[in-house]
């Protein structure tokens, strides 16, 4: 009975051992994954992160779903998936605002070179400066007035302090030396919403937030921050253009894994993003949004290496103008 019992055993740990190299081997992703945005939904980041969320479904056969983690100016959302599992099934969706955030906070609860693995860039976008229609400038040289007409009661609206958004209004206000009231939220959404019903007056949104408003005449743009006019909104000038030399901000968005995530996924889901970013069902809806598909390679390397660039331009430019978030 013992020697049943032994031979039992032995067939057990055998089959056990057979079926391990199986299960290691059961391709990448097996259930759904997590895209988590730091910001609420409707904002620049929000929106790629939906429109790659549905590409990399279809590529990879799972479903990718985005949630939407708000606060600290994404920072809450980073925190969260920087403790994550690192197994492939909750990712982020970065942007530069966590490489501004690396100097803008005095404190945080993670790092987003040595707590992530790059996986590839999403997208770029530049920004916009919308007004209110009710304000009444209709030009940047005509709000660079208005501001100084009005010192301290010009409100510039943004998803948060140390984004984007709101750094283009900090080297507005360095430029031209005017002093705008900035306002944060929890991203352009609710920024926007706040837009359009006057509770704010202006605004360096992320062109694909603001972008249906201005089409619509809800908000009216009055300069780019690219360096060179867009074909979304041809008629509206560049800061350079208007006046501003040199100015230039450029947004960008690019998905991360908690750092250990094992490379054969970090190169599958590159390789995903990849194909998706080709695909002409997501360059058409780049195009309608106001976002660009970055150039290949769009390797996980190359990616870093941008992460490491941002960090050292923008930690710069926080320390010039002496911003604190805490």
Known sequence: MKTLSKRWAAAAALATF???????????????????????????????ARLVAKSLSEELG???????????????????????????????VGSIANTIN??????LNYDFVKGFEPVGLLATIPNILVVN???????????????????????????????????????????????????????????VADLLGG????????????????QAGKLRAIGVTSPRRL???PDTPTLAESGLSGFEVESWFGLVAPAGTPKPVIDRLNQALNKALASPALQASYKQSGFYA????????????????????WGAVVKNANLKAN
């Not at 939407?68 to 959302?77: P, Q």
């Not at 690396?102 to 404190?107: A, G, H, P, V």
């Not at 992320?206 to 972008?211: E, F, M, Q, V």
Request: proline share 10%; charged share 15%; aromatic share 8%.
């Open 133 to 191: 229609p009710k304000l009444p400038v209709k030009t940047v040289q005509e709000y660079i007035a208005y501001a100084k007409a009005h010192p301290g009661k010009l409100t510039c609206a943004s998803s948060g302090s140390g984004s984007s958004i709101h750094l283009s209004c900090e080297l507005f206000k360095m430029q031209t030396g005017t002093d705008i009231l900035h306002v944060p939220y929890r991203g352009s959404g609710p920024a």
């Open 294 to 313: 970055p150039q290949p390679p769009n390797s996980p390397a190359s990616f870093g290496k941008k992460i490491a660039s941002e960090i050292d331009k």
């Open 199 to 214: 509770q704010v007056d202006s605004m360096f949104d992320n062109l694909p937030s603001s972008l249906p408003h201005v």
């Open 62 to 92: 799972q479903t990718f779903v985005v949630e939407n983690k708000t606060g600290a100016n994404s920072n809450i959302g980073a925190e969260i998936v920087s403790r994550a599992a690192p197994d492939g099934y909750t990712l982020y």
């Open 18 to 48: 057979l079926a391990a190299p199986a299960l290691a081997a059961q391709p990448y992703p097996e259930r759904p994954v997590t895209l988590v945005v730091g910001y609420a939904a409707g904002g620049a980041t929000d929106i790629v």
């Open 231 to 233: 074909d979304a909104v």
């Open 102 to 107: 690396r100097t803008l906070y005095s404190q």
